[in-house]
């Protein structure tokens, strides 16, 4: 049961940075059709979309930090396997709980004071210097949900690996 929802967190995340993703092409498409409509049309026609390159940057903050758990948990994160692949299997297995612990510690860090950046946001009412001024705490979020969903992911899959006492995250030679 816990598997099941750990892994529906994952995917609802990983959905939610493919929402983001779409909605970069489609502000992107929308913003080169009025540059293209300007052209054609002359200054009379020329307009922008308010801040659309900071609501893309926004986006792609969300669309980054949110893919993160998700792509850990299926094994497609960059790695490196030269070497790796060449080791015995119990020693692919500790250097996976190595690297395991070493992720969960640096992720849950980085959670710890992106939270203490939101909070700063928050207090302090920063907010972007766009056309369209966003308190900057609310893409800030996106960040902190990502990262702590990075964390549960490292230390899920730690426990996973433990428990199964030989690597889960194997390279499956695919490309």
């Avoid at 493919?18 to 540059?35: D, G, K």
């Avoid at 930090?65 to 080791?87: D, E, K, P």
């Avoid at 990262?147 to 199964?164: M, Q, Y």
């Amino acid at each position: 049961m816990l598997r099941t929802s750990l892994d529906r967190l994952y995917t609802f995340a990983a959905a939610i940075a493919a929402l983001a993703i779409v909605a970069i092409c489609l502000l992107v498409t929308a913003q080169v059709s009025l540059n293209i409509l300007a052209r054609i049309g002359g200054p009379d026609w020329s307009y922008t979309i308010p801040s659309y390159a900071d609501f893309a940057g926004y986006f792609l903050a969300t669309a980054s930090f949110m893919a993160m758990a998700y792509t850990l948990r299926s094994g497609t994160h960059i790695r490196v396997n030269l070497m790796v692949q060449r080791l015995p299997e119990h020693s692919r297995w500790l250097l996976e709980v190595a690297t395991l612990v070493i992720g969960a510690a640096v992720s849950s860090y980085a959670t710890y004071f992106t939270v203490a950046l939101v909070q700063e946001s928050w207090h302090y009412g920063d907010k972007s210097t766009g056309i369209i001024a966003i308190s900057l705490w609310i893409p800030q979020l996106t960040m902190v949900v990502g990262l702590a969903l990075l964390t549960l992911a490292f230390v899920d899959t730690l426990l996973e690996s433990l428990r199964a006492k030989s690597p889960i995250l194997t390279d499956t030679g695919s490309e």
